[in-house]
């Protein structure tokens, strides 16, 4: 029959080998007396070469990283320790003291629990996080100019570029300029699979012609006067691996026209001065202000350049065609330049009707370079009709003028209650307190307030 002390020994040692966890005991001293199976696993050795060796010996060969045990023995209080194994684990080790009647430590056990995978799972999880953070920055990036939209055209437009993003097919946008084309086109790039590759952006009108060449397929050293010695990667070789964008294509050279087709065609490109074809591999998107099909006939460009451009073309309307868009994309603006400037201006309420009857002929660009005009040159903090160029200064239609499309005429008061209301809606959209509604409308905020309960104007402002 087995003794008490022969049943406790089988105990522990079945608990030693069926623990998830390591469980190393020392006595008073520090020296290793039992371990568990498992410490090959997490440190490298065996229950063998442990026994009989002190934790202090085993610290300096790096195998309990810090010691638990050893803390345990100083401080003579339970301690919770990370450690990093010589096999590259990350262990969360307790030590835990057993005292005499005497408060001596007689045995020090430790419990070591595996930690790697978990560690891991955080690194993954905030490496995921810091990915999302830089997409949702890019994406905050691509909001700007004609990505603040209103307007169900360019709801449809920005649909299909997300759409086409995933495809590696040729892109055209067309559209007057100014209208952010090439906002769109880094859109294109941002959200497809080249996105981590270089984005190159190559204004067509702005390389001139003797230089269009050499700027476009690169040079090899002292193929011509002024050469760099080391030759020179051309933008379309740069470009390999990304995405290539040719901004107002519809300048291009006609003697580059043939050049670039081919390129296009063999994906492959051979620099100035040399013999060496290299391979390249882009994405092309293009754009143009101009009527391709137009100068197809005229000869001005090639046709078969044309088709090969012309895969999926998008047009990008002016802002003449979305006047819905215009107010969201001023308001943009104003908030853009008021943080640039420090300054807090604002719309006054007369000066809407202004902006959105204009035609804007430079489309986004004029409107972003009158926003900035505005916030440095206004006198006040609202921002007046007066302040804008007379261009822009040509009155809409008031309320007056178009009473003669009523069948019925309207007395006096009820043409003073409709251009009241009028004026109460506008300010009730640019404003978010009754306090700068009625700053806005030069009225007492209990005025307002009451005029909106009069008016029944469901405003959100408080």
Request: proline share 4%; hydrophobic share 35%.
């Amino acid at each position: 029959m087995q003794s008490v002390v022969d049943v406790l020994e089988l105990e522990l040692c079945a608990i030693l080998k069926s623990s998830s966890d390591n469980i190393v005991i020392t006595d008073g001293n520090g020296v290793v007396l039992r371990a568990s199976p498992n410490c090959l696993y997490i440190y490298g050795k065996e229950v063998s070469y442990l026994i009989g060796k002190t934790v202090y010996q085993l610290e300096k060969e790096h195998i309990f990283s810090p010691s638990v045990t050893a803390r345990v023995l100083k401080e003579k209080k339970e301690v919770q320790i990370m450690q990093q194994t010589a096999t590259g684990r990350v262990v969360m080790a307790t030590g835990v003291p057993v005292f005499d009647k005497e408060h001596h430590i007689v045995r020090v056990i430790s419990f070591s629990h595996d930690l790697t995978e978990l560690e891991r799972l955080k690194e993954d999880y905030e490496k995921l996080r810091r990915q999302m953070e830089h997409y949702q920055i890019e994406m905050e990036e691509l909001k700007p100019e004609n990505i603040i939209i209103q307007s169900k055209a360019m709801h449809r437009i920005w649909k299909l570029v997300y759409r086409v993003a995933q495809s590696d097919a040729t892109v055209l946008f067309l559209g007057e300029s100014g209208v952010g084309k090439n906002v769109f086109a880094r859109a294109l790039h941002q959200n497809s699979s080249r996105r981590n590759e270089p984005f190159i952006e190559v204004n067509c009108s702005a390389i001139p012609e003797s230089l269009f060449e050499s700027e476009m397929f690169g040079y090899e050293k002292g193929s011509f006067t002024g050469a760099q010695k080391t030759g020179k990667p051309g933008l379309i070789e740069l470009a390999d691996k990304g995405t290539l964008f040719l901004d107002e294509i519809g300048e291009l050279p006609l003697s580059m026209q043939a050049k670039l087709l081919k390129v296009l065609q063999e994906k492959k490109v051979t620099r100035v001065g040399g013999i060496k074809e290299r391979i390249v591999d882009f994405r092309l998107i293009a754009s143009t202000n101009q009527n391709l099909e137009e100068m197809v006939r005229k000869g001005l460009f090639r046709q078969d350049l044309f088709y090969r451009l012309h895969v999926i073309p998008i047009y990008v309307p002016s802002l003449r065609e979305r006047k819905e868009d215009i107010f969201m994309l001023a308001q943009y603006f104003l908030e853009k330049f008021n943080q640039k400037y420090h300054t807090d201006k604002y719309f006054h309420p007369s000066i809407v009707d202004h902006l959105v009857q204009y035609d804007w002929p430079g489309n986004v660009r004029e409107l972003e370079n009158m926003m900035e005009r505005l916030v440095i040159t206004s006198e006040t903090k609202a921002i007046y009709p007066e302040y804008l160029p007379f261009s822009i200064q040509k009155h809409p239609e008031s309320p007056r003028a178009n009473q003669s499309l009523h069948k019925e005429p309207m007395t006096l008061k009820e043409a003073v209650e409709q251009v009241e209301r009028e004026w109460l809606l506008r300010a009730a959209e640019q404003c978010k307190t009754t306090y700068e509604m009625a700053e806005y409308l030069g009225m007492s905020q209990p005025t307002v307030v009451r005029k909106l309960k009069k008016y029944r104007i469901d405003s959100k402002v408080d």
